[in-house]
């Protein structure tokens, strides 16, 4: 890769466009620690290692679809087709110009309702020019979302929990689906094997050139769709639709639409499911779509990954998802607050098991920015993450942007079914002893109970802001200035969104979550939240007004102090001076006299 002075560059010959310098390669084996390239050893060097452990993205901040695997495949589907009738379908899918119901569509640009995708890939009937328009604009931002999110539950799980698997070296050892995502999460995960497997031949644990091969099922609906992603996942099952195991032959007797024989119930290691609750209407549709991915993930350590989109109203489906798990499916964990409740219907109750979640959260209880269940207007406050890619040429085309480097904004929860976690630290006294710092510490931290941080992080002049979720499941704001401690401010300064944060901080404050106003039900008032929406803007420029008054009146006392220190040799020195002058003009009156003496002789 070239450095800052070449300017800009070519990704390769076959796409004529460029990118900034900015954007440095980020490879599948390109992570911190483990996955760290060599080229970035003495930058790393510089930060402490629980900062580097807790990075979220590392310095890189993008990734690439693989070349072989999506790009070129795609490439060659899209290749019989105008593009410009890709992109007229993909805009009639999608919701128009800039693919609003995509799943790439920014918070900050949504001037429409916030509504699911527009093309999933459970629709049952696509044309072809529709099953061309999903494969160029749909699957590049899902295979990102799905890759980050993928990689920060193995960095959370750590390395023994994948390699030990790969080692043993069984076919088919490994399961995952991924429903809808068509297939952009099998990519991702390939991408990921790959990696892991390349490190155990390093260190000599394996020969083999391939990881041993595994299982992997994705939900296709469509036959004109199934055709095109066989061209890229050529060893994978497709389903046309999501088993439904409660509605199965074992319970004909409480449901009338159950079948007369039991379904072969077939469970996976990996559930990813991606954009499956907004399109659904909050209540039993969505309450439905969540038993039906629960019953697919296994329940001695199977994992299930919900992704929604980055914005409000995909946040609140993703947090009522997390909510119901953990209130209905799950033992609360040791020392955390049982948050349990009744179901809304019978039929949805089940015994509650094992589990804990992996990421992004680092406590078990309520989500503090979904304290009210419905959909919020106003919402400002929400948790999201956001990662970088490159656009494939095809797909920058179909958007109509002449960059090709972007981002997607998601939100998504990470849990372990049947296993559960104990947790060394209370909410409060890990987050006490986050705020502390382990800079100097002996004991390493439980990567699992520190604060994350949860926005861009407020970069001013000898200070920076960041606002934390703790592990006490509380919003704070966090603020390290240069003289709390250089190698924490230099980390602080170099943080990113998503971060896990050790190196503690100066001052600590709670964090106002804007939550907006909730409807519980259709047709009641908007109920207003703990924050008056209106004031809301006004009392977060107050809250970094106060902080910045406060670290301004402290480099002012320290400017007094020395003023005041000095004042005695500031005084002396100006007496001198006009005792000097007083001298001077004492003297020149006295030759003068002198001289008028000497010439009239008195």
């Not at 807790?54 to 490439?75: M, T, V, W, Y």
């Not at 105008?82 to 999608?94: G, L, M, N, P």
């Not at 924490?488 to 944060?501: E, K, Q, V």
Request: aromatic letters at 6%; proline letters at 6%; hydrophobic letters at 30%.
């Amino acid at each position: 890769m070239g450095g800052a002075k070449e300017g800009r560059r070519k990704i390769s010959d076959e796409d004529e466009y460029e990118f900034d310098d900015e954007y440095e390669g980020e490879d599948a084996d390109g992570e911190d620690g483990e996955w760290a390239l060599d080229t970035e050893g003495e930058k790393q060097a510089r930060f402490h290692p629980y900062t580097l452990q807790g990075h979220f993205l590392n310095a890189d901040k993008r990734i690439e679809l693989p070349q072989e695997q999506l790009q070129r495949p795609i490439k060659e589907l899209l290749e019989r087709t105008d593009i410009s009738h890709v992109k007229e379908a993909a805009e009639a899918a999608f919701g128009g110009k800039g693919l609003p119901l995509s799943p790439a569509a920014f918070a900050s640009r949504q001037n429409k309702p916030m509504l699911g995708v527009g093309l999933p890939p459970d629709t049952k009937h696509m044309t072809e020019i529709q099953a061309d328009a999903f494969i160029a604009s749909f699957i590049p931002p899902v295979y990102a979302s799905s890759f980050r999110a993928l990689r920060e539950v193995r960095k959370r799980l750590g390395s023994d929990w994948l390699q030990s698997r790969l080692k043993q070296g069984k076919a088919g050892e490994l399961t995952i689906l991924d429903t809808g995502g068509g297939g952009a999460a099998l990519a991702a995960w390939q991408q990921i094997l790959r990696a892991e497997w390349a490190l155990l031949r390093e260190k000599g644990e394996v020969e083999a050139e391939e990881p041993p091969p595994w299982k992997q099922t994705a939900i296709v609906a469509s036959d004109r769709l199934r055709d095109r992603v066989k061209h890229f996942l050529p060893d994978t099952t497709l389903l046309p639709r999501l088993p439904d195991y409660q509605h199965s032959g074992p319970t004909r007797g409480q449901r009338l639409d159950a079948g007369p024989t039991p379904q072969p119930q077939k469970a996976y290691d990996i559930v990813v499911a991606s954009h499956q609750l907004l399109g659904k209407e909050l209540g039993h549709r969505r309450q439905a779509v969540l038993n039906k991915l629960w019953s697919v993930v296994k329940k001695d350590g199977g994992i299930l990954i919900v992704v929604e989109k980055g914005h409000p109203r995909g946040f609140e489906a993703m947090a009522h998802a997390r909510e119901t798990v953990l209130k209905r499916f799950l033992l609360p964990q040791s020392g955390a607050e049982d948050v349990g409740g009744q179901a809304a219907d019978p039929a949805f109750e089940r015994e509650r098991e094992p589990g804990h979640i992996i990421a992004p959260c680092t406590n078990q209880e309520t989500c503090p920015m979904y304290l009210t269940h419905g959909e919020s207007q106003g919402r400002k406050d929400f948790c999201h993450f956001r990662q970088g890619y490159v656009r494939p040429k095809t797909y920058a085309t179909v958007l109509g942007r002449l960059k090709n480097v972007t981002s997607v904004e998601f939100s998504f929860v990470a849990i372990h079914r049947g296993v559960s976690k104990p947790q060394p630290l209370t909410g409060s006294e890990a987050t006490r002893k986050a705020f502390d710092s382990y800079e100097h510490s002996k004991q390493p931290p439980d990567m699992d109970q520190l604060p994350r941080i949860i926005s861009r992080p407020l970069k001013k002049q000898r200070h920076i802001i960041i606002d934390v979720c703790t592990p006490e499941a509380k919003v704070e704001r966090w603020t390290v200035p240069k003289s709390y401690s250089k190698l924490a401010y230099h980390d602080a300064r170099r943080s990113t969104w998503g971060d896990l944060w050790a190196m503690g901080a100066k001052t600590r404050m709670p964090r106002k979550v804007r939550h907006g106003k909730v409807a519980h039900e259709k047709g009641k008032p908007m109920l207003e939240e703990r924050d008056d929406d209106e004031d809301a803007d006004e009392r977060d420029r107050d809250d970094d007004d106060e902080i910045i008054q406060m670290l301004a009146e402290k480099r002012q006392e320290k400017r007094n102090e020395r003023i005041k220190k000095n004042w005695k040799n500031i005084v002396g020195q100006y007496k001198r001076r006009q005792a000097k002058l007083k001298d001077a003009d004492r003297r020149m009156v006295e030759k003068e006299e002198q001289a008028w003496r000497e010439k009239f002789g008195r």
